[in-house]
């Protein structure tokens, strides 16, 4: 019997999508007002969710007190406030869109929990939307 446990976070964020090596016109035309080069922002909701089987002991899959502190030092603390192209490493090189976030913020979490749990990541961008990833 494996039971889903959700715990949701907000952060805001600046982004600019865009390819080094397209000029101005070409990124313009693919990534819209996302490519203007002065950056733009989002309010970003997240939704992580566990799945797992129920500790007997405990009665819970995942204390939630544990996945709440860890989504706020590994995705929020780094994110909140933050340009994404600049300040956080994976997208040095990366387009900083809702699908590329939702796996790094995958990444970011999927060590840190037991491995017989099941991660998924539900990332709205705008309220309309939103992309999942579950590692697949
Ligand atoms: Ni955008």
Redesign the pocket.
Known sequence: MKVTVHRKAHFNAA???YRKDWDQEKNEAVFG??SNPNY???NYELTVSVTGLIDPETGFVIDLKVLKDLIYYEIEIPFDHKNLNIEVEEFQDLNPTAENMAVVIWNRLRPKLKLDLELAVTLY?TPRNFVTYSGN
């Open positions: 982004h600019r999508l007002k996302c733009h922002g989002h961008e």
